[in-house]
């Protein structure tokens, strides 16, 4: 078929201030086809009449908001992004390259099922250069726990439409522990992805969010949670099969080949700065995190009556938290925590503030420390959360003390 050319309009950008460090953009669309099984981000059905309220409320917030700093990555997620009609995707896109210029990153979230080739062309057009699928499985059976709507064959035929429209970095997001999902079945999964050539994988285990209609259903005993033992089991067959294929496992959760870590999600991991526009959207600017309404209604209402009003969280964190929350977000990286760069980010010595938890978890064998840096070994992967918790400022200011 005869693929569309879309023409960018020229944009008066404003200047960057070139004096501080580079940020990141996100921009939560919330609109999905259906709501699957798992998910508790905020999404609801694309509504027709408010599409063009809620782009205009977008761009009203991007020129409201935006920082006139320097843009490393924009990262589009929701909701399901491709789920807006062509022309409302078109708008967005012209409004956030007009003001960021190009960026180093530009991904969209797409479904299987919901990002034909038009769209898949348009993003192309626009800059974006990198889109992440939510493929989840390459097991229908898997798929119908889910509540996903798409079948594994879109899996394929959408990777195949993104390589045609010139995507040459393409994340699949997958998902184990599902109930009923077997070892083999799992590997299968991992090694289909591996197969159709992809750029970078984020490996989730399935969590039960409340809330959910997962969580729903296992609280009636409708469906069984996979078992500890295989879900850790599962966990560690994903990193050696991936690691044997040549990605790097450099997130607990994410792997990806040489050159194609995932900028946007390095941002959040190394607590750097990002704004975040959209309903729900969370920001963290000068010291200051603050989320916008979850609600898209109130969203648009607030932006035309009062932007302030569609703040419903806001608190400046204090240094040692921030410090704490800093330690939490690089030991999800296998890097871990660099001495160095956490007391030029922070004021703080790590090795100081986290005594008792590096002593506590070395001894243990799930931290690894040198006299430079502290990560969470294989075993202490396993137990991420738990150990992280430690981390946090009332544990951190007892422990540290200790
Ligand atoms: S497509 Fe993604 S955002 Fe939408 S309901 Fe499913 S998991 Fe949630």
Redesign the pocket.
């Known amino acids: 078929m005869d693929r569309i050319k879309y023409q960018n309009k020229a944009f008066a950008r404003p200047p960057r201030d070139a004096s501080l460090p580079a940020i990141g953009w996100y921009l939560h669309m919330p609109f999905?086809t259906t709501?699957?099984g798992y998910?508790d981000?905020y999404?609801l059905p694309s509504i027709p009449g408010l599409v063009d309220q809620l782009v205009h409320a977008l761009n009203a917030e991007m020129a409201g908001r935006d920082p006139c700093r320097h843009v490393e990555s924009v990262f589009i997620g929701?909701?399901?992004p491709t789920v807006l009609p062509l022309v409302a995707l078109g708008v967005v896109l012209d409004s956030v390259v007009g003001r960021t210029g190009p960026v180093a990153e530009f991904t969209v979230e797409a479904?299987p099922s919901s990002a034909d080739e038009l769209k898949l062309d348009l993003l192309r057009s626009r800059g974006v250069n990198r889109i992440s699928f939510?493929a989840q499985s390459f097991y229908a059976e898997d798929l119908a726990v889910l509540q996903r709507l798409h079948d594994p064959r879109h899996i394929v035929e959408s990777v195949t439409h993104a390589r045609a429209a010139g995507f040459d970095n393409v994340n699949l997001d997958l998902i184990y522990s599902v109930p009923g999902q077997t070892m083999g079945r799992w590997r299968d999964s991992l090694r289909r992805a591996v197969d159709l050539g992809i750029e970078h994988l984020s490996c989730y285990a399935l969590m039960y969010e409340p809330g959910t209609q997962l969580t729903q259903l296992r609280r009636h005993g409708r469906i069984v949670a996979c078992d500890e033992d295989l879900e850790a089991d599962m966990f560690e067959l994903t990193i050696d099969e991936l690691t044997a294929a040549g990605f790097e496992h450099y997130e607990v959760s994410n792997f990806a080949l040489p050159g194609r870590r995932c900028r946007a999600n390095l941002i959040y991991w190394q607590n750097r700065e990002y704004l975040g526009i959209g309903p729900s959207a969370v920001s963290y600017l000068e010291g200051i995190r603050q989320k916008n309404v979850p609600d898209i209604r109130k969203y648009i209402e607030g932006m035309q009556a009062d932007p302030e009003s569609i703040v419903v969280e806001k608190e400046k964190l204090a240094p040692f938290d921030r410090a704490c929350e800093t330690a939490v977000q690089m030991l999800r990286l296998t890097e871990g925590i660099k001495f160095d760069l956490f007391h030029r980010l922070t004021g703080f010595d790590a090795a100081v503030i986290f005594t008792g938890q590096i002593r506590r978890y070395c001894s243990a064998g799930l931290m690894h420390a040198t006299p430079d840096t502290l990560r969470l070994t294989r075993r202490g992967m396993l137990l991420a959360n738990r150990i992280m918790s430690d981390f946090l400022p009332d544990e951190a200011s007892v422990a540290g003390n200790a």
């Open positions: 999905c709501k699957c998910c981000f999404s929701g909701g399901t479904n939510g």
